[in-house]
C-alpha cells in the first residue's frame, strides 16, 4: 500500500471512487497530490505525514471535515448511483 493513500486527516484515499475511478467532471490523485488542502497543509506545515501526532489533535479543522462526512457520502451517491466495478483480474 502507497503511504500517499493514507491522508492527513486519517483517510485512506485508495477506498474512494473518486480516487479509484474518477468521473467526467473530477478524478483524484488523492490528498497529497491536491492542489490544495487545509488539513493537508497544516500537517506539512509542522512537518507531519498524518494529524495524529499533532499536539492539537483532534482539532477543529478535522472536527469540521468528519462533520461534513455526510455530504461527501451524498456526493459519491450521486455521481456513482449503481456503485463501481471491481477491477478485472
Given at each position: 500500500?502507497?503511504e500517499?493513500?493514507?491522508?492527513?486527516?486519517?483517510?485512506?484515499?485508495?477506498?474512494?471512487?473518486?480516487?479509484?475511478?474518477?468521473?467526467e467532471?473530477?478524478?483524484?490523485?488523492?490528498?497529497w497530490?491536491?492542489e490544495?488542502?487545509?488539513?493537508?497543509?497544516?500537517?506539512?506545515?509542522?512537518?507531519?505525514k498524518?494529524?495524529?501526532?499533532?499536539?492539537?489533535?483532534?482539532?477543529?479543522?478535522?472536527?469540521?471535515?468528519?462533520?461534513?462526512?455526510?455530504?461527501?457520502?451524498?456526493?459519491?451517491?450521486?455521481?456513482?448511483p449503481h456503485?463501481i466495478?471491481?477491477?478485472?483480474k
Amino acid at each position: 500500500m502507497s503511504e500517499n493513500l493514507v491522508a492527513a486527516c486519517g483517510l485512506f484515499c485508495g477506498w474512494c471512487p473518486f480516487y479509484l475511478v474518477g468521473s467526467e467532471e473530477f478524478k483524484c490523485g488523492g490528498c497529497w497530490s491536491r492542489e490544495k488542502c487545509a488539513i493537508r497543509d497544516c500537517a506539512k506545515e509542522k512537518g507531519l505525514k498524518i494529524c495524529t501526532y499533532c499536539k492539537e489533535f483532534p482539532c477543529q479543522k478535522l472536527y469540521k471535515m468528519y462533520g461534513r462526512m455526510n455530504e461527501f457520502f451524498d456526493e459519491i451517491k450521486r455521481t456513482f448511483p449503481h456503485g463501481i466495478k471491481p477491477p478485472i483480474k
